[in-house]
């Protein structure tokens, strides 16, 4: 994933405001192609895609102000293509499979800007840890300043990694952690094996009882009884 960040806006020009982003997210990007203009009391400046593929994050809305190096949104690398390439093949799924994991596109966590002349903060109390949950919009830590305190909240809804710690002194762009989305697929279930063909022939029935008299005349001229055939109404 590459950030979108802010350039440097001349000699003597601190900040600057966001005028106008020309896509929004989840659109398909070009590297070069420009996302976003920038007002300064100087100059207009346009924000170019640093790579090909999709724009994922917004992070400064239209009229935000920003400073140099603020991260101003990302592009996750090769999204566009990402739908057309082909499926690997399914490997087989062992009957005691776990979970398969599947991670998304990591969003950061940016220092929003803090107020005029602001140039530094401290890291409060993060209320979630490396690993927990988030929801978009949830409130995940304040950053402190001499004049005052700021909220930072979720960009996206997913798992949360943090880089800076509690009390770490921050500056406005900086990126203090990412959210990543997350989810787990069941493995799918072994097919059940197939029922075993029937490969024998039905089972000849057994050769029907030869009647008193027939048996009579087989003892007596010693025939074999195998190669008689039954003739009577009921096989004798």
């Known amino acids: 994933m590459a950030d979108i960040l802010t350039p440097a806006l001349g000699?003597?020009?601190?900040?600057?405001?966001?005028?106008?982003?020309?896509?929004?997210?989840?659109?398909?990007v070009k590297k070069d192609e420009v996302l976003v203009e920038l007002e300064t009391d100087k100059v207009s400046l346009e924000v170019v895609?640093?790579?090909?593929?999709?724009?994922?994050?917004?992070?400064?809305?239209?009229?935000?102000?920003?400073?140099?190096?603020?991260v101003l949104g990302a592009v996750?690398?090769?999204?566009?293509?990402?739908?057309?390439?082909?499926?690997?093949?399914?490997?087989?799924?062992?009957?005691?499979?776990?979970?398969?994991?599947?991670?998304?596109?990591?969003?950061?966590?940016?220092?929003?800007?803090?107020?005029?002349?602001?140039?530094?903060?401290?890291?409060?109390?993060w209320l979630k840890k490396s690993g927990d949950k988030v929801?978009?919009?949830?409130?995940?830590?304040?950053?402190?300043?001499d004049k005052?305190?700021?909220?930072?909240?979720?960009?996206?809804?997913?798992?949360?990694?943090?880089?800076?710690?509690?009390?770490?002194?921050?500056?406005?762009?900086?990126?203090?952690g990412s959210v990543a989305a997350s989810g787990a697929a069941a493995a799918a279930a072994p097919a059940p094996a197939a029922a075993p063909a029937n490969t024998g022939s039905a089972q000849a029935p057994a050769s029907a009882p030869l009647s008193p008299a027939v048996q009579r005349v087989v003892s007596e001229t010693n025939l074999n009884q195998a190669s008689l055939s039954a003739s009577g109404p009921k096989g004798n």
Do not use: F, H, R, Y
């Open 148 to 176: 005052v305190a700021v909220e930072v909240s979720a960009p996206a809804a997913g798992v949360l990694t943090i880089t800076a710690a509690d009390g770490a002194t921050v500056t406005p762009g900086q990126v203090i």
């Open 76 to 125: 996750t690398e090769g999204g566009a293509a990402a739908a057309s390439a082909p499926a690997p093949a399914a490997a087989a799924a062992a009957p005691a499979a776990a979970p398969a994991v599947s991670g998304g596109a990591a969003v950061d966590i940016a220092v929003p800007t803090m107020g005029e002349s602001v140039a530094e903060g401290s890291i409060g109390t």
């Open 135 to 145: 929801a978009k919009d949830e409130l995940l830590v304040e950053i402190e300043t």
């Open 11 to 28: 000699e003597s020009v601190a900040e600057a405001s966001i005028a106008k982003w020309t896509k929004k997210v989840g659109d398909a």
């Open 49 to 70: 895609a640093p790579a090909d593929g999709v724009l994922s994050a917004i992070n400064a809305d239209e009229g935000d102000t920003v400073v140099p190096g603020t």
